[in-house]
């Protein structure tokens, strides 16, 4: 069965600090798709970034940057120069490849929070 | 492009009533996910449809849930003979689904649902 492991539960950090969000991952496939997403205050969910598991180059976006590590199941999310706007609660979620629809398995996210 | 949208957005009903919610997704969009999000956690799966074929359904989803999606456009989730344990943020995604390849998920504002 997959599992997403986000063991902060919650951070908060200073305007313009730099912070990253851990996410573990298990599942005993060898394809399959890794995700962020945000939700701010306001409920709705965020996609942010999908990443495949043959594809383990890290990405960057901006302020955002993603750091995909098969050999620890890892893909952790960081973001430079935090701002107010940014604070959230951010979900890693996994889908496998083989049935099951692509259904998303999230964690039970990281609260970020960014003070002035 | 309009994203996912759902009604109603909040809900609040007697234990007992019955109530649905439904669901409008992204409109190229094959496939539609239901998910069920309490406090403090993250989002489970609940079920999903491809056009209009219920494919799966998690074990979550007791007897007294049932959902739809004629016409594979819209879809739509009732509860029946609401408990205090159904209170929750029920959230609809659509992505789409090609030739064996799929694609992320984008989520609808959700609906929250307190049952009194």
């Known amino acids: 069965a997959q599992k997403v492991t986000q063991a902060q539960t919650e951070i908060s950090v200073v305007e313009k600090e730099d912070v990253t969000l851990d996410c573990v991952y298990e599942t005993r496939d060898t394809t399959y798709y890794l995700f962020w997403y945000k939700q701010p205050p306001s409920g709705e969910l965020v996609f942010l970034i999908r990443r495949n598991s043959f594809d383990e180059q890290n990405e960057i976006s901006g302020r955002y940057s993603w750091n995909f590590q098969k050999s620890t199941s890892s893909f952790n999310f960081t973001i430079t120069a935090s701002q107010v706007v940014d604070s959230a609660v951010y979900f890693c979620a996994l889908s496998e490849s083989t049935g099951g629809g692509n259904k998303l398995t999230f964690g039970t996210g990281t609260q970020l929070k960014v003070e002035l | ?116």
């Open chain 2, 1 to 116: 492009d309009t994203g996912v949208s759902q009604d109603p957005r909040h809900k609040i009903t007697k234990r007992g009533q019955n109530v649905t919610f439904r669901c409008d997704p992204i409109s190229e969009h094959n496939r539609l996910y239901w998910y069920r999000q309490t406090l403090g956690q993250g989002p489970e799966f609940l079920t999903y449809f491809q056009n209009e074929a219920q494919l799966e359904k998690s074990r979550l989803l007791s007897d007294r849930f049932s959902a739809e999606r004629p016409k594979g456009s819209f879809s739509t989730l009732e509860i029946q003979r609401t408990e205090q344990g159904d209170s929750a943020m029920y959230l609809c995604a659509s992505s789409l689904w090609q030739g064996f390849k799929g694609y992320e998920q984008y989520f609808g504002p959700g609906t929250r649902l307190t049952v009194t």
